[in-house]
């Protein structure tokens, strides 16, 4: 396939764009990452030209521009226009977007494009027995919201810093079930350990308006236990690790969390 830097970016090739964007970090977004390369290059274009285009769209990031991180200045027009789709439209175009990037690593419907091994592209099967009951389109939109969530938070639980991707879990604040319109959304998850996300979905924890984790009295009630108090306690009322772009936890979803799924007795 002819790679040149002339190479007309479609739809398609947007919407690729953008879901990588969704899920690189802001230092890796050069034409030198081994994904970048990877990716371009089923893309049939330049490392060049698909990193350029992650910058441009880093330009366009709010949570950049509030941190002084300017990306390029070649935003162009319909840069602008698709991202502003894509932002307002996550619910389909995240599903749609990771629907593209899997059928450019394979047609195989039982896999899942995964990027949490930094150096690399992998296809893995789905990562519980929830995805794999779903339907494909589910299945993708989960898909895409777990990558873009723990790569947002630099594959670790935001709140011990435990690093194994098997362990980690995309903690949805507002309940997947009740909310479908934020399912998808980055700023509506937290990486979390398998446990902190239990507690977090169970109500025994939460995070307060400064992102400091509380523990409800609910958990207290089983102490003294020494490994659980070990797993809670030294994070209580320290602030969680902040995630990396366009996923720094939503302040109205939290409140949320707080006001009809926090224990408070």
């Not at 790679?3 to 764009?17: C, D, G, M, Q, Y």
Request: overall charge positive; some cysteine.
């Amino acid at each position: 396939m002819v790679k040149a830097s002339n190479v007309p970016w479609t739809r398609e090739h947007f919407l690729i764009a953008l879901n990588l964007y969704c899920k690189l970090p802001f230092g890796k977004l050069h034409k030198g990452n081994p994904i970048i390369i990877e990716v371009a290059q089923k893309m049939g274009r330049t490392p060049s030209s698909l990193a350029m285009k992650l910058c441009n769209f880093a330009s366009l990031d709010p949570v950049q521009r509030a941190r002084g991180i300017k990306g390029l200045a070649g935003a162009t027009k319909q840069d602008r226009e698709i991202w502003q789709e894509f932002q307002t439209r996550l619910t389909i175009l995240g599903p749609e977007s990771e629907q593209i990037l899997h059928d450019l690593f394979t047609k195989n419907e039982t896999e899942e494009v995964d990027f949490l091994q930094r150096d690399k592209v992998r296809l893995v099967a789905p990562s519980g027995p929830t995805e794999v009951q779903a339907t494909v389109k589910v299945r993708r939109g989960q898909q895409f919201f777990r990558q873009a969530v723990l790569n947002a938070y630099d594959v670790r639980c935001c709140i011990s810093g435990i690093n194994i991707p098997r362990l980690l879990v995309a903690s949805h604040i507002k309940p997947w079930g009740k909310f479908p319109d934020d399912r998808l959304n980055p700023k509506n998850g937290l990486c979390l350990s398998a446990l902190h996300d239990a507690a977090f979905d169970a109500g025994l924890i939460t995070l307060d308006d400064a992102l400091n984790v509380v523990l409800s009295k609910n958990l207290r009630r089983f102490f003294p236990q020494a490994s659980l108090e070990q797993n809670f306690v030294p994070f209580e009322g320290k602030p969680i690790r902040l995630p990396e772009k366009l996923a720094e936890p939503d302040g109205d979803f939290l409140g949320y969390h707080r006001d009809h799924i926090f224990l408070k007795s």
